[in-house]
């Protein structure tokens, strides 16, 4: 099972660096930033995964408080190369708006840095705000900016390749330090890109990074099943996901890609305690923690989100609920004349809060408004039952790993580890030492030939023959 820890400094939850005792402070980042890598590698985690969103507005506060200001990527994972030995570093990039060249050296700079344990995951953004900091007018589109992305790794790996391994052949007798015919001039022209190498670093350690794409769009499977080595996905239920991948890969292999292309793993966020009702306890604290409609200053703000008042939730759940306290308990008579989309928001909160309407632990409207107003993929109970949803996954084939949210840091982060990962490797579903060095022996990808040896390979046998 693969196990990636994505880092968000002030937690995956909204309202998780509310919580008591969880960082908050986003000046102090690079601390937390060193002590999760360390914690991440001591549970030998495959890799740590960094975001990225390239746009900030005060409207981030309450969506995604993480999102407002932060360390970059690239150079989050350029940092942990000195500070970790074993742990794969994964760095998001969005390929509408970067710097091809620049990301071509930084990435085979960083896989250098590193021994080999840098990753690259490509995303073409979401963002219109995106547009004015980088010069342009606004985003292009869906279309474009995905063909886009399939010219920016293509090229990005015909840069990697500029450089044959063998290049460097260090005749101190001769003063040769080169052969030149290893080293590539590479053209790349495309619609969109045009870059002329060679690279001004080394081939990566790996040949080439690991490429992961998280995307939502028919474009987005597009560039998985013919691109990617690792596909992030987010597929509502068990059956889906595991359509989803048999799916993806079927299409891939019938494009030439090797079996068991591409790897498939899937963001989960858990809240974990010694026991179920201990894990309950802390999302329902999460819950009241939600910023809501309640008409104070804060709410009255002009960036509030519009999805926090009753009237809100009437409409989630399809039922005018008047004008409640939203610590009014949710009457039974009210909740039965909930439709559909109100009963899956009661039992969502039932679930995770082992709460229930009219019961001695009472459900309010606090509680079906934060999690209306806060969708999360949240997996609440003990590090048993955690590992339970995970192995559930993994083994009906939905999945090839996680991408573990942590809800806030530094003590869920912790409790995952202790808890979840030692479960998961008693029942021998994740490693207990590190057996490769690189981001791909972990990740069980081949190192890729480099493409100029392969085609001099090529050539010859075809001569030979
Ligand atoms: C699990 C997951 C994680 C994602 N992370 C990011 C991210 O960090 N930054 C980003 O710009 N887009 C991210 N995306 C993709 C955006 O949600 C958005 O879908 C994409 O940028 C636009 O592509 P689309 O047209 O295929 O949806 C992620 C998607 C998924 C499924």
Redesign the pocket.
Known sequence: MILGAVFRALGAHPAGWRMPGAHRDPLQDAAVLRRTARAAEAAKFDYLFF???LATGPDLEFRDPDLLARIDPVSSIAYLAGVTKRIGLIA?A?TTFVDLFTLARQTASIDRLSAGRAGLNI????DPRAAGNHGREGRAG?EPNYDQAGELVRALRLLWDSWEDEAFVRDQRTGRLIDPDRVHRTDAVGDYLRVTGPLTTPRPVQGHLPIVH????T??RQLSRELADLA???QPTLEEAVAFRADLRAQARALGREEGAPLVVT?VLPVVAETKAGAQGIYDQLLRLVPLDDGSPLSRSPDFPANRSIRALSSAVGVPLGTPELDDEVPLRVARRFAEGGQRILETVAARTGRSVGGEFAITYRHLLATHAVPTSAIVGSGHEVADHLEEWFSAGAVDGF?IQTPFLQAQFTAFTSSVVPELQRRGLFRTEYEGTTLREHLGLERPQNLHVAEALTARARHAG
């Open positions: 975001g990225e969103w998001t969005n995303v073409t953004g979401a869906t998280a995307g939502t769009s474009r987005s992030l996905v987010a963001p991408n």
